[in-house]
Every structure is written in structure tokens, then in C-alpha cells.
């Protein structure tokens, strides 16, 4: 970082550098020296005059006015993530639910012959069925019973148990028994529980008919293993009249009555089963991007950063999950990954994908995240529960962009106080105050390669020991660059002067330091407008001060002390005082110098000269031409001793303006100032 110092203000009363040289040397002057007998001489130029030791950059403009420029090339830096901040995690949480299975309809059979209803009468009526069996026709006594025994079906493969929201059993009755079923009740049940999931009652079932029923069940649990139990069971038979031979039947007691169960559209909601494979419906989610306040994010490109996706799963059987994100795009390409999730486990399962090369379209804030799926079966018998899931958790982690479009909102930028320090002005000090500059100008130069139109609240105080002086100025734009030049910076100088701004009070004060803090408002005229940034985009905010030396100097005074060389006078008639003065500085003065021995300190004698003429100037405060005086002082006897004894002049110069306040000067490159002071004799 350059600091080029603001001791610029003030070092224009620094005659303290200067050089001294031979009296052949000094410009403008055309001596005997047989004649003449030098005594001191100081030749000073523009650069001891303004004293330039300590300032780092200095210039002249077409007509050679100097001018002193303090510059901070970097005083402020805004970096991309301050205009553009935003969650580095993104996150989105979403659950693939198993839901209710739809089984395959199943069925059954089973058998119920004549001998095992026989079986459950008394004794007598057992015992004339058995008889009259397969005996050709024969008396069939009537049955009324209130129990016809139960009897099993096969087991089930598919399943263990169910527990089902809803679903249809359907018991179809084949009769052929030799005689007519005047009624019968039947119960289905779990042969475990022996719980009855299902009742029917058929009745007027005709020799060789066949009977159907369907029953709407809900909320049951039901075993693999069911069984029929025949609650009731009436027929006729041959009638009352055991003698009637007209009505007797041919019958066998293997005749059977068959029984078929049909299960259908079983919802299941829970169970131990061998889980068929199963689709998951397909569906959307929707992420929202997080980013500044009121902000509306169109298209993003991602510098680094990690798409991650967490699933942990609750489901007994392996999952195969299709994931897709239509707006996040590589080279051309959507995002879709297909990922299997195992079954479930306490450990989640984690993939990640990298994100740099990735890109954002067209996403205003919300990224759809489309996901589908399959269960897929292991033929194993396992646990079931319609509440079973896979659990997403979908982030964008440790994200930083290389580039984002959008509107980025309203956003202020504190900028906290800082401080520029300047130099101590030493032995110039007491002469600040009667220093005083009337045209400088304060430069705010911005470099903003950041797409959002800016503006900017600079508070500059100016302080020295004993005061403080604000600089005033107004709140000013900074323009963004095009999005067609993206890259690019756009340079801006904003001028500050006497007319805006409280330049030459802050300036007039000789602040010690300076202290700056502000704020900077993006989109401050809240248009939506289309802004854009890269992550090494920038705003740069320097300044300069041009402080060209037109000034206005009151009581200005310089102290030096010089050497005199020794002097033999006592073979000349005459001897004489000259003092020479050519002065280029638009700057009147006086001059005063005391001759002394400096081992004892004795002063021996001294001159004074008043109204050193300034160098003339036009209306514009620019030199005409150099003012060039000579004087001439007739010594006596004593003050010749004096000089002669004299080994050294102690010299002050005292410079102002003309007409002090009232009049403004210009300084110049090539001004110079001689002063010499001889003997002629």
C-alpha cells in the first residue's frame, strides 16, 4: 500500500533545506572578484522550498504549477461476499413413505365330507347315516345342528401375518351333498388366535349349487394358517317319515361340500411378510435458496462446494432411489443419480457429489429436487410397516460461487472507522497556523468490478491535537460494470471541491490523522434489475488529494545559521555592504541577519531589509517574471571591524503573501530564490 504523506499542507514554508554554495555559482549575478569579497550565499529551488523529503509523489501540470498530491491507492476494500451473502449450507428435508400395500389377491380350499358332519350328531342319527350309506336309496335323516366342526386350509406363502386397512374375502360354497342345504352358517378364523375374521350364511343351497358371498373387512390382523368352522348347518334330508321310500336319497359319506376362499384388494398396513417389489410414486420437492433479504436468485455457478444427500431408512429391504435436479447442470447435463439405499441399519447412508463446474439455471429461488423409486424384494419374510420410510436430507454444503445472477436486494455495508495516519510536522508546527491553501481537491476514485449499482456514505473527519473538522460531501453512486464486459472494472473519479464539499476547512486544520467510516447500499434506488457478481469480484475505493501550490502564506519565517568566512579590508578606500536577492516566489519578505563571534556568542552588528519585493503576478496569481534587488550599504570603520571579525550570520527571512490574506499565489517548478551577501570594495 502507498501512503503518500499529507505533510504536503504545510512543508511549503521548508526553506530549512537548502544549499550554500560559491558566489560564482548564484544565477543572475555577474561579479569582479577582484572586487568583490563573499561573505554567504543560499541558493534554494522549488523542491527545499516546499520540502519534498517526506512526500512520495509531486507533479507539475502544462505551465509547470507544482502540484502535491497525497494518494491512497486502496483505502477501502469490498469483496464480493459482503454484497452477496448468503447460507453456505443449504438444506431441504424430505421422507419417502412405504405406505399401504395392495397384495395380490390369494385363495384356498378345503373340503368338508358328509362323514365329518356326521360326526357331530348323536349317536342314533350317526349310526343311520353310516348304515344306510352306500346302500343305494335310503332314508337321509334330517340335520339341524348348531356345530358342523372346523377345518383348515393350507397356509398361506406370502406372508406370516397382515394387519390390513381394508380388503374383500370372498367364500364360495359348492354343494354336492345328495341333498338340499336348507341353511348353514360359517365363520372364518385365524387357526392361531382363533380369532373369527369373517361370518356367511347360505341358505336354499340346491343339490349340486354353488354359492357365493363377499365380505368387506377392515382393520384386522390375519394369519397365514385360516380356517372354516361350520356354526350351523340344517337340511331336510329324506323328511320326517323314515318309511317314505319316495323320498329316500342316494348318498356316500365321502359326499363333500367345498369351500373356497378368495382374499382381494388386501390394503396391508403392517405385517411379516415377503415384500413384493414395489414403486414408489414419484414426486417433487422444492429447495429454496437462501439468499440476501428480498433477494431473487436467477442462475448460480458453483466455485467449490459439495452436493450431499443423507438417506437413512426404516424399510426392511433395499431401496433403489432415482434422484433428479433439473436446474443443477454440468456442462449441459442435469443432475440425475440413482443411488440404493441398504435395508434398514442405525448408519445413514451419505453420497456426495462436487459441486465445482455446476451451475444454477433459471431457478428464482427454488431448485425442484424430483425423486422416485423402487422397493425391491429379497423374497425373504421380513417386518412390515406401512409407516416405514426413507429419509432424505438434501444439502448444499460449504457452497462458494463463482459467479451468481439475480437481484440481489437491499443491503447496507457498515464500514467501521478506520484511521490514516500522517506525520508529525516537528519544527514546522508553529507556522501551520498562518498557512492557508484555497484550491485543493479531493479525488474519490472507485474500481468496482461487482454488478450492482452502489452508493456510497463516506464520513472523513480531519484531527489534530486541539481540532476536528469534518469534510462534508454528499452521498455519491458507483456504477456497475455491463454483464456483456464481465471481468471488467469500471474506473470512476468523483471530484471534490471548494463548491461541494468542505475541502479547504478540513485541509486548514493540519490534521495529524484522519478518520473515514461510512456505508455503501446496494440497489439503493430499489429497482428489481438484473444484478451480477464473481467471487473475485471487487469495489476499490481510493482517494487523492491534489493540492496544487496556490496558497496564501502569512508570517512565514526562516532561521538559519551560516558560516562567514575571514576577510582582510584594511588596504581599500571604500567598502561596501551588497546583498543580492532574486526571488522567483510571488512572496514578499524581509531579511534580517546578525553578525557574531561564535566562540563568545558577542553579537558585532547586524542588518535588516524590509520589503523584499514578491515576484510580480497576473490576475491569476501566476509569476510574470522574477523580482532581481540589489542594495548597497556604506560601511563605517566600526562595522567593517564587525563583519570582519565577525565568524558567523545568524540570517532569518520572513515570507508572506501580498497584501497577506487577500491575496492568493501560485507556486512553480523552476521559481527559485537566491540570496547573497558580500563585500565590495
Not at 457452497?399 to 464500514?415: C, D, M, P, R, T
Request: charged content about 20%; some cysteine.
Amino acid at each position: 500500500m502507498r501512503k503518500i504523506i499529507f505533510i504536503i499542507f504545510i512543508v511549503i514554508i521548508g526553506f530549512y533545506s537548502c544549499t550554500k554554495e560559491d558566489l560564482s555559482n548564484i544565477s543572475g549575478i555577474e561579479l569582479e572578484s577582484e572586487w568583490l569579497i563573499p561573505l554567504f550565499d543560499l541558493n534554494l529551488d522549488v523542491v527545499d522550498v516546499l520540502s519534498f523529503q517526506e512526500i512520495d509523489e509531486h507533479y507539475t501540470d502544462y505551465d509547470s504549477l507544482i502540484h502535491i498530491v497525497i494518494r491512497e491507492d486502496s483505502l477501502i476494500l469490498i469483496e464480493a461476499e459482503s454484497i452477496l451473502s448468503f447460507n453456505q449450507q443449504q438444506t431441504v428435508d424430505f421422507d419417502f413413505t412405504i405406505g399401504e400395500i395392495i397384495l395380490e389377491d390369494f385363495s384356498s380350499q378345503t373340503q368338508v365330507t358328509l362323514a365329518d358332519i356326521s360326526s357331530q350328531l348323536d349317536s342314533n342319527d350317526t349310526q343311520m347315516l353310516v348304515e344306510n350309506s352306500s346302500e343305494g336309496p335310503s332314508y337321509f335323516p334330517p340335520i339341524n345342528i348348531s356345530y358342523g366342526g372346523t377345518y383348515y386350509y393350507d397356509s398361506f406363502e406370502d406372508f406370516d401375518f397382515i394387519e390390513i386397512d381394508s380388503g374383500n374375502i370372498t367364500l364360495q360354497l359348492h354343494n354336492t351333498f345328495q341333498v338340499e342345504i336348507e341353511s348353514i352358517n360359517l365363520a372364518i378364523q385365524n387357526q392361531v388366535t382363533e380369532e373369527i375374521i369373517a361370518e356367511f350364511d347360505f341358505y336354499d343351497v340346491g343339490i349340486g349349487e354353488v354359492a357365493n358371498d363377499v365380505i368387506n373387512l377392515s382393520n384386522l390382523i390375519i394369519h397365514n394358517a385360516l380356517s372354516i368352522v361350520v356354526q350351523g348347518f340344517s337340511t331336510q334330508g329324506s323328511g320326517s317319515d323314515p318309511n317314505d321310500s319316495s323320498s329316500w336319497l342316494d348318498f356316500n359319506l365321502t359326499d363333500v361340500l367345498n369351500f373356497e376362499i378368495t382374499a382381494s384388494n388386501f390394503n396391508v398396513v403392517a405385517g411379516m411378510i415377503i415384500f413384493p417389489n414395489t414403486e414408489l410414486e414419484e414426486d417433487t420437492i422444492t429447495m429454496v435458496f437462501e439468499g440476501p433479504e428480498e433477494s431473487i436468485m436467477e442462475s448460480i455457478e458453483f466455485n467449490s462446494g459439495l452436493l450431499e444427500i443423507e438417506c437413512t431408512s426404516s424399510i426392511s429391504h433395499p431401496a433403489e432411489i432415482l434422484i433428479e435436479i433439473p436446474s443443477l447442470n454440468n456442462s449441459g447435463d442435469s443432475f440425475s443419480q440413482s443411488i440404493t439405499i441398504s435395508e434398514s441399519s442405525s448408519q445413514p447412508n451419505l453420497y456426495t457429489w462436487p459441486l465445482m463446474g455446476y451451475s444454477l439455471e433459471e431457478i428464482n429461488n427454488d431448485i425442484l429436487i424430483q425423486y422416485s423409486g423402487n422397493i425391491l424384494s429379497n423374497n425373504q419374510m421380513l417386518n412390515f410397516d406401512a409407516q416405514d420410510s426413507v429419509n432424505f436430507h438434501v444439502k448444499f454444503r460449504d457452497v462458494s460461487l463463482s459467479f451468481a445472477q439475480g437481484y440481489f436486494g437491499q443491503k447496507e455495508i457498515i464500514l467501521n472507522q478506520e484511521s490514516y495516519d500522517l506525520p508529525d510536522f516537528g519544527i514546522l508546527d508553529p507556522y501551520l497556523s498562518d498557512i492557508d491553501f484555497v484550491n485543493p481537491k479531493l479525488f474519490i476514485k472507485s474500481k468496482n468490478s461487482i454488478g450492482v449499482p452502489l452508493e456510497l456514505n463516506l464520513n472523513i473527519v480531519g484531527e489534530n491535537e486541539f481540532q476536528q473538522q469534518a469534510l462534508e460531501i454528499q452521498p455519491f453512486m458507483i456504477s456497475p460494470p455491463n454483464i456483456s464486459s464481465l471481468g471488467e472494472e469500471v474506473e470512476e473519479l468523483f471530484e471534490f471541491n471548494s463548491s461541494n464539499s468542505s475541502i479547504i476547512e478540513m485541509v486548514s486544520v493540519f490534521p495529524d490523522e484522519i478518520y473515514y467510516s461510512g456505508s455503501v447500499m446496494t440497489n439503493p434506488n430499489a429497482n428489481i434489475e438484473t444484478n451480477f457478481i464473481e467471487n473475485e469480484s471487487k469495489i476499490e475505493i481510493g482517494f487523492e488529494i491534489d493540492i496544487p501550490a496556490e496558497i496564501n502564506i502569512d508570517n512565514l519565517i526562516y532561521t538559519d545559521t551560516l558560516s562567514i568566512p575571514e576577510i582582510e579590508t584594511e588596504n581599500y578606500d571604500t567598502v561596501q555592504l551588497r546583498i543580492f536577492i532574486g526571488n522567483d516566489f510571488p512572496l514578499e519578505g524581509s531579511f534580517k541577519a546578525i553578525f557574531l563571534d561564535s566562540i563568545s556568542q558577542t553579537i558585532l552588528d547586524s542588518v535588516f531589509l524590509d520589503d523584499i519585493p514578491a515576484a510580480p503576478v497576473n490576475q491569476n496569481g501566476e509569476t510574470i517574471e522574477s523580482s532581481n534587488t540589489e542594495y548597497l550599504i556604506d560601511l563605517n570603520e566600526n562595522q567593517i571591524s564587525s563583519i570582519a571579525n565577525a565568524n558567523q550570520a545568524k540570517i532569518k527571512v520572513r515570507l508572506s503573501s501580498t497584501n497577506s490574506q487577500s491575496n492568493i499565489v501560485k507556486i512553480y517548478a523552476d521559481d527559485k530564490f537566491n540570496l547573497s551577501i558580500g563585500v565590495k570594495v
